[in-house]
């Protein structure tokens, strides 16, 4: 199997705080890991792309100093949104690549949505 | 840059009819990959195609890869209610493990 987990699955918070979330494969090693973000009936938009030991790869528009990206294990990678502002709740969902003898497939954690007051 | 569209964006059947969606992307794919997401959940990996004018069938689910690579569809023969839900294609590219998601199609099948 291939299972990825999200915490927290709900997260609230104020304003101006900064929030944590941790996306882990379970029973697989990652060394890449990838981050999306889903509006409420719309579909997955990459942030970024995750790699253990190195910097992670923005998507054009998303900013890095806000949406920090840390891949720090083979199991483990953590974004944290900083000074969370209204317009960042969403859904905040990631995936890790297991690779495969042919081809690599992402797996998906629950994801984790966020509602910042 | 990329674009992945799908149509239609919304349809409802009745339980037992069928149910096509299609999916276009703007640039050749080097792969296309389904899942599907259930109300409140996350998208589930169902089927990956790679080589022009694949088909693969899982039971009731028929997916097809264009010989262009650039456009697939999702047939479902029969629905039941267990297959409400939106389904996503999602397009990769050569030298990417990057997934660009198509817009979705929302299936909601009435008993």
């Known amino acids: 199997g291939a299972v990825v987990s999200q915490h927290p699955s709900r997260v609230i918070c104020k304003s101006g705080t900064s929030v944590k979330i941790e996306c882990r494969s379970l029973?697989?090693?990652?060394?890449?890991m990838f981050w999306y973000r889903q509006f409420p009936k719309k579909s997955l938009m990459l942030m970024a792309t995750?790699?253990?030991?190195?910097?992670?790869?923005?998507e054009q528009g998303v900013e890095k100093d806000k949406f920090l990206i840390n891949h720090a294990s083979l199991t483990l990678s953590t974004l944290t949104v900083t000074s969370a502002h209204p317009e960042d709740s969403s859904f905040y969902i990631c995936s890790a690549l297991k690779p495969g003898q042919h081809t690599d497939t992402q797996y998906f954690g629950p994801g984790t949505r966020l509602t910042v007051l | 840059g990329q674009q992945v569209m799908q149509i239609p964006q919304y349809q409802h059947v009745q339980e037992g009819e069928d149910f096509t969606t299609y999916c276009n992307s703007s640039t050749t794919l080097s792969n296309i990959q389904w899942y599907k997401q259930r109300p409140g959940g996350h998208p589930v990996f169902l089927i990956q195609l790679v080589k022009s004018g694949e088909v693969k069938k899982q039971k009731r689910l028929t997916f097809q890869f264009g010989e262009a690579k650039k456009n697939s569809s999702l047939h479902i023969t029969a629905t039941q209610t267990t297959d409400v839900g939106t389904y996503f294609c999602?397009?990769?590219?050569?030298?990417?493990?990057?997934?660009?998601f198509g817009t979705g199609t929302r299936l909601q099948v009435f008993p």
């Open positions: 999602a397009g990769g590219g050569e030298n990417t493990d990057k997934l660009i």
């Open positions: 995750s790699n253990e030991g190195s910097k992670a790869t923005y």
């Open positions: 029973d697989f090693q990652a060394t890449t």
